[in-house]
C-alpha cells in the first residue's frame, strides 16, 4: 500500500470531522522584474497584431531539415526516438516553421505569416551530458505585406517589414537605441540579405532570406523572410 492510502485510512478511522481544519503558512515570493524583461503574452500579442498566426511545432525533427535549416551546431540526439524523421532536439525553430509553411502553400495558400515560442535545445559546452533550453521568437514571412484588395495590386514582403517587425518586439523592453544589425553568413539564407541582430553588443538572434535554391526546392512562389530572436 502507499503512504498516502495508509494516512486516509487512519484519518476516516479517527473521523475527518475530529481533524482540526489549518490553513498552511504561506510565504509570499516576489522578485524585482527588470525593465528590459519582455512578457511572453506581451509578445504574442504583438506579432498577433501585426497580423501574424501562432503555431506549436515538434522539438523532435528529421535530422536533414536540422542540418539544412538548423544552426551549426551538432544537435541533441534521442535514445529512443518515435520514429527515424523525430530522432534528434530542434537548435532552431525555423525548421518547424517552415514545414509548418509547406503544409499551406500546399493547400494553395500564398500569403504566409507565422510565428511561434518555443524553447531549442543544445549540448552544453562544459558538460556533454547536459542540455540547455533556451526560449526563442521564430517568425516566417511570405507572400503579400497585406490581404488582397480591391485598391489594387498589394505589394510582397520584404527584408525591411520583417525588421520592422524585429524592433517591434525589441521596443517592449526598451531595447530600440541599443539595437545594431551586422552582416551574417548563415547556411540556409542568402548573404546579402541576412543580418545578425545585437543588443547591447550581445548577439540576440537573425533576420534574412531564405535561398532561392531551397525556396524553389521547398515549393513557395514567393521570397520567404525569417527570424529569430532569443
Given at each position: 500500500?502507499?503512504?498516502?492510502?495508509?494516512v486516509?485510512?487512519?484519518?476516516?478511522?479517527?473521523?475527518?470531522?475530529?481533524?482540526?481544519?489549518?490553513?498552511?503558512?504561506?510565504?509570499?515570493?516576489?522578485?524585482?522584474?527588470?525593465?528590459?524583461?519582455?512578457?511572453?503574452?506581451?509578445?504574442?500579442?504583438?506579432?498577433?497584431?501585426?497580423?501574424?498566426?501562432?503555431?506549436?511545432?515538434?522539438?523532435?525533427?528529421?535530422?536533414?531539415?536540422?542540418?539544412?535549416?538548423g544552426?551549426s551546431?551538432?544537435?541533441?540526439?534521442?535514445?529512443?526516438p518515435?520514429?527515424?524523421?523525430?530522432?534528434?532536439?530542434?537548435?532552431?525553430?525555423?525548421?518547424?516553421?517552415?514545414?509548418?509553411?509547406?503544409?499551406?502553400?500546399?493547400?494553395?495558400?500564398?500569403?504566409?505569416?507565422?510565428f511561434?515560442?518555443?524553447?531549442?535545445?543544445?549540448?552544453?559546452?562544459?558538460?556533454?551530458?547536459?542540455t540547455?533550453?533556451?526560449?526563442?521568437?521564430?517568425?516566417?514571412?511570405?507572400?503579400?505585406?497585406?490581404?488582397?484588395?480591391?485598391?489594387?495590386d498589394?505589394?510582397l514582403?520584404?527584408l525591411?517589414?520583417?525588421?520592422?517587425?524585429?524592433?517591434?518586439?525589441?521596443?517592449?523592453?526598451?531595447?530600440v537605441?541599443?539595437?545594431?544589425?551586422?552582416?551574417?553568413?548563415?547556411?540556409?539564407?542568402?548573404?546579402?540579405?541576412?543580418?545578425?541582430?545585437?543588443?547591447?553588443?550581445e548577439?540576440?538572434?537573425?533576420l534574412?532570406?531564405?535561398?532561392?535554391?531551397?525556396?524553389?526546392?521547398?515549393?513557395?512562389?514567393?521570397?520567404?523572410y525569417?527570424?529569430?530572436?532569443?
Open positions: 500500500a502507499y503512504e498516502a492510502d495508509l486516509e485510512e487512519v484519518a476516516r478511522v479517527f473521523g475527518y470531522d475530529r481533524i482540526p481544519t489549518k490553513l498552511p503558512s504561506l510565504v509570499p515570493a516576489s522578485r524585482i522584474v527588470s525593465e528590459r524583461e519582455v512578457d511572453v503574452a506581451a509578445v504574442r500579442r504583438t506579432m498577433i497584431a501585426r497580423d501574424y498566426n501562432e503555431i506549436i511545432s515538434y522539438s523532435f525533427i528529421d535530422p536533414e531539415w536540422e542540418a539544412d535549416y544552426s551546431e551538432d544537435p541533441v540526439e534521442l535514445a529512443n518515435l520514429s527515424e524523421n523525430m530522432s534528434v532536439m530542434r537548435t532552431s525553430l525555423l525548421p518547424g516553421l517552415l514545414s509548418s509553411a509547406l503544409l499551406n502553400v500546399n493547400r494553395q495558400v500564398d500569403r504566409i505569416r507565422l511561434e515560442i518555443g524553447n531549442t535545445y543544445h549540448l552544453d559546452a562544459n558538460d556533454a551530458n547536459e540547455r533550453e533556451i526560449q526563442r521568437l521564430g517568425v516566417i514571412c511570405s507572400g503579400t505585406i497585406l490581404p488582397s484588395s480591391w485598391e489594387g498589394v505589394r514582403a520584404d525591411f517589414d520583417v525588421k520592422s517587425d524585429i524592433q517591434a518586439i525589441l521596443y517592449l523592453a526598451q531595447f537605441n541599443t539595437v545594431t544589425f551586422s552582416g551574417l553568413d548563415h547556411k540556409p539564407l542568402v548573404n546579402n540579405q541576412s543580418l545578425s541582430v545585437y543588443v547591447d553588443k548577439k540576440v538572434g537573425w534574412g532570406r531564405l535561398q532561392p535554391a531551397l525556396e524553389r526546392k521547398l515549393g513557395f512562389e514567393s521570397p520567404v525569417a527570424f529569430e530572436l532569443r
